[in-house]
């Protein structure tokens, strides 16, 4: 066994200056050397508790053994026996709260940074041009629609592909990716990296439809008739607002709209790229979690002199990932916290010029467990603002439950399914990922789509609901 | 994939394409719209449906910014990079006794397809178009086919009553009595129709035409204020009763990226002509 070395090795960043000037990547990957290194730490537990903590239970020792005998390429093909999209999963999971949080080594402070490796292996792979494609099953004949693109649609099709169905992707945007590539940030994500992973299951054989908005280019009971299956992962699309005065002022976007702008439609290449997009001086976004810290990073690098992210309990309850909350600091991000936004001010343009807020303090806690923020009375204070990006939440697009009779929806117009298989109310239909969770995570609705992929090959082969 | 089937510049300054379409042409109904991209790094914009066979779907459009130049310099056998519908609600058709239709700008041509099916559903129709000079109207013949008969009003007085629709409006509206009036175009032209149908009580249907993204409710920039709710046009509408209309947020908003559509047209100028 290892001698005990709790040195987790860093991974090197984009030094905050230079970085908040562009839109390249903040984190720039593990060298080979270093990625051995830190593999070598890994105590390789008989019990590992670090697959407890993954959602799709990679096998972590067994790949982090392999790294640690620079034998990146055999790691990277373990790791994609349970997840396909490491490159994606190693940036952007919340390891802290997952693998890395039960990992022995985090009694000591230190875990293995398994999402350091895993994205080193993947972009290692893609690197020197090994990506091997898989044994693809005989044709069945079969053919399973997906909606949408994002994880829980791409997981679904690659699952389902190799198991010999004809899978078709419909996809209501331009571009696949889903929240990969119109929400997460260029510098968090390349979008070259989303592209590899629809390339590669292009290659495996599925078609990708764009431009086709199910519920209204066709209606998931049309599909039906040409499909024997059909899985819907379209995602919690739709922003909340919070009904406050003042909200249709110019310079007031919601996440969804701003992050599209500036990472679907390429706004930051304003003019090279046709879609404008408001470079605030001051900016606030209100709200205290992921979407909200990517914004707020978004909102510096497009040029802007201040940014306050608003929000209205304090800094141990915000949901951000604790990696993207530092990064937001080092840059410059200010916060504003126990605070809470009651009114937009204009000009006489309709032109946002304040935000009117109050502070809270926190009572007891709510259902959610985090304690309840309460507004203060008489603590109404100004603060001035060209631009503010509401990042309060998502629910699913109501969109196809309003076009496809027989689905049930929950409160939030989620819809609701059969955990065990992903199926929903209505025959040959089963759902999964954000339109059932509500915005939750890239890994959950990998997971979700495999549990789905499951049952549909199980339902195409026996022909059993 | 979405080829440029015909292009043709029918008045000065409008524009229609024919655009090659395998889904949309089977499912569009009156009143819905389409969003296209001219290429890769273009914006996505919001055209309405002015006809469709199984060919493909017709668009009209004012050439104003760069996103529709882009569109009009597209050529027969050219290829768009995104067509995307059809979307929003379709027009309610019922039975009418008279449907007054008012189109202005592109909205000469896109008002024909509701046109026509309040005709087949039973409504008898007259039709006002409206420009500034009579050199700028464009497919009467059609709109003839689907009404009893067309009135013209310019700005210049070149053809039929001299002025603004308004104007107009505010006389005609007290001999005639449709219940209903149905608009597109500019904005402008919306607001102006819906404030002369007020004070008769006629309910004026208007097509907004707020900024839009993705069109499916996913961004909300398209949001309107209507009895006072706030909505999203792409979604919710694109059609809403013009006396419920806010009309200052939506002009307002409407005007979000003056500055930004000024420079993007002198770049894109600058490209394309040095
Ligand atoms: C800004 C932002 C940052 C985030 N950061 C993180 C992070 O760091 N880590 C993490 O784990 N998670 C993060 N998340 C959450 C994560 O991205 C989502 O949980 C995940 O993408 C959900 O996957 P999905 O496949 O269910 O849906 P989505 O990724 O939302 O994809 C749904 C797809 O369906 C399409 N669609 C919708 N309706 C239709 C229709 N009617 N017809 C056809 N297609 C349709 C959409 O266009 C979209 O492409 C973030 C989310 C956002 C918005
Ligand atoms: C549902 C709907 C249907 C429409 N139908 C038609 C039609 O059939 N024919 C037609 O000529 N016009 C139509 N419009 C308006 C048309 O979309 C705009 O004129 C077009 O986007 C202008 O783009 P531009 O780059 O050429 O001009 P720009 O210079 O960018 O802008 C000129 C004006 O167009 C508006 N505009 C700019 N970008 C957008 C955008 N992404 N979405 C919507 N409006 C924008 C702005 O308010 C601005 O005042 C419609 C709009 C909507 C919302
Ligand atoms: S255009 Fe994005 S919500 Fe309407």
Known sequence: ?465 | MYEILKSERLVPNIHLLKIESEFIPKKARPGQFVILQADERGERIPLTLADWDEEGITVIFLTIGTSTRKLAALKEGDSLYTLVGPLGRPTEISSHREVLGIGGCYGIGAIYPALKAFQEAGSSVRTIIEARSANLFYWTDRLSRVSGEILYVTRDGSKGFTGHIDQFLKDYLKENHPDLVYVVGCTFLLYLVAEATRPFGIKTIVSLNPIMIDGTGMCGVCRVIVGGKTKFACVDGPEFDGHEVDWNVLFARKHSYFDEELRSLSFFECERYG
Not at chain 1, 97 to 103: G, M, P, R, Y
């Open chain 1, 1 to 465: 066994m290892a001698k005990l070395d709790l040195n987790r090795r860093p991974m090197p960043k984009q030094d905050p200056k230079e970085r908040i000037k562009n839109f390249n990547e903040v984190a720039l990957g593990y060298t080979p050397e270093l990625a051995i290194a830190e593999a070598k730490r890994c105590l390789e537990c008989k019990r590992p508790l670090c697959v407890k903590g993954c959602p799709v239970e990679i096998d972590i020792p067994g790949f982090i053994k392999l790294v640690a005998a620079g034998r990146f390429l055999d790691a990277v093909r373990l790791i994609k026996k349970k997840n396909t999209l490491p490159a994606i999963c190693g940036r952007v999971c919340p390891q802290e709260v997952q693998c890395e949080k039960t990992c022995i080594l985090n009694k000591k402070g230190a875990p293995i940074a398994i999402g350091r490796l895993e994205r080193f292996v993947a972009d290692y792979e893609a690197e020197v041009g090994k990506v091997t494609i898989p044994k693809i099953e005989k044709k069945t004949g079969k053919k399973v629609a997906v909606v949408g693109s994002g994880p829980a649609g791409l997981t679904v099709a690659s699952d389902l592909i190799q198991l010999g169905h004809d899978v078709t992707i419909f996809e209501a945007l331009h571009k696949p990716g889903g929240v990969l590539v119109y929400g997460i940030p260029e510098f968090r994500l390349p979008k070259r990296i989303v592209d590899r992973e629809v390339d590669y299951i292009k290659k495996l054989g599925v078609r990708v439809v764009l431009n086709f908005v199910v519920g209204m280019t066709m209606t998931v009971d049309e599909i039906l008739k040409e499909y024997d299956a059909v899985f819907i992962g379209s995602g919690a699309g739709l922003p909340w607002f919070m009904s406050i005065p003042g909200e249709t002022l110019n310079g007031v976007y919601s996440a969804n709209e701003y992050l599209t702008r500036t990472n679907l439609m390429k706004a930051y290449l304003f003019p090279e790229y046709d879609t404008p997009i408001k470079i605030g001086r001051r900016v606030a976004v209100i709200g205290g979690g992921n979407v909200a810290m990517d914004a707020a990073r978004t909102a510096l690098r497009l040029g802007a002199d201040e940014v306050i992210v608003i929000y209205r309990r304090s800094r141990a309850e915000m949901p951000a990932r604790v990696e993207e909350v530092e990064n937001a600091e080092e840059e410059g991000v200010k916060f504003q916290f126990l605070t809470n936004p009651v009114r937009y001010i204009s000009d006489d343009h309709n032109q946002l010029v304040a935000v009117e807020c109050l502070r809270m303090r926190l009572g007891e806690p709510d259902a959610s467990g985090r304690r309840r923020p309460i507004p203060i009375e008489g603590s109404e204070f100004v603060i001035p603002i060209d631009v503010c990006v509401v990042a309060i939440g998502n629910s699913p697009n109501p969109l196809i439950p309003k076009t496809t009779p027989g689905l049930e929806t929950g409160k939030w117009g989620n819809i609701i399914i059969d955990e065990a298989t992903g199926k929903t109310k209505k025959e040959r239909v089963w759902a999964g990922g954000d339109v059932v969770t509500g915005a939750a995570t890239v890994i959950l609705a990998m997971g979700a789509g495999r549990i789905a992929a499951r049952s549909i090959d199980e339902f195409l082969r026996t022909g059993k609901w």
